[in-house]
């Protein structure tokens, strides 16, 4: 297991839900939701983080289908933004790492620790942001390699 700071990214329409863990990569934490704008702040926002937290990889979850596909717009646009963060943020790797269930997980994880539907809006994407680097973080302890697939930063004008 590589150690190092990851940080993990639940990729929404309006809101991105973001988690951390610390060196040894041991236990994934919720740091904060950015705003999703159509001018590109949010993925500046989240390359601040990046260098704030000398990340050595960043991890964005890749909406699939349950029998796997990738073709959805929100896969779309998952791909797209970590794409323009790969741009941002090299040479620290950015990986797309499949999110099934993790909204799921976290919508569980909050009814058990006893919220209430309503007040999940400001955290559920935290918290779908700790399930997707908990699964990733599980990966690589059990085979040995980086999660997922890196992504190659995007092409000028292509963001």
Known sequence: MRSGV??????GTSRIGVARCGQEAILAVPVLTLRRD???????????????????EVLVGLPRSMAG????????????????LASAVAPVAVRLVD???????AHRRLHEAGLRERTF?????????????????????????PPGE?????KRGST
Request: hydrophobic letters at 40%; aromatic letters at 6%.
């Open 99 to 105: 999110e099934r269930l993790t909204t799921v997980t």
């Open 6 to 11: 990851r940080l993990a990214f639940d990729v």
């Open 121 to 145: 809006r400001g955290v559920v994407d935290e918290a779908a942001a700790v399930v997707i680097l908990e699964q990733a973080l599980e990966t690589e302890r059990l085979t040995g390699r």
């Open 38 to 56: 159509r001018y590109g702040t949010d993925r500046e926002e989240a390359a601040d983080l990046v260098e704030e937290y000398a990340a050595l």
């Open 69 to 84: 596909g990738r073709s959805s717009s929100s896969a779309r646009d998952s791909r797209r933004w970590a794409r323009a």
């Open 150 to 154: 890196r992504v190659p930063p995007s």
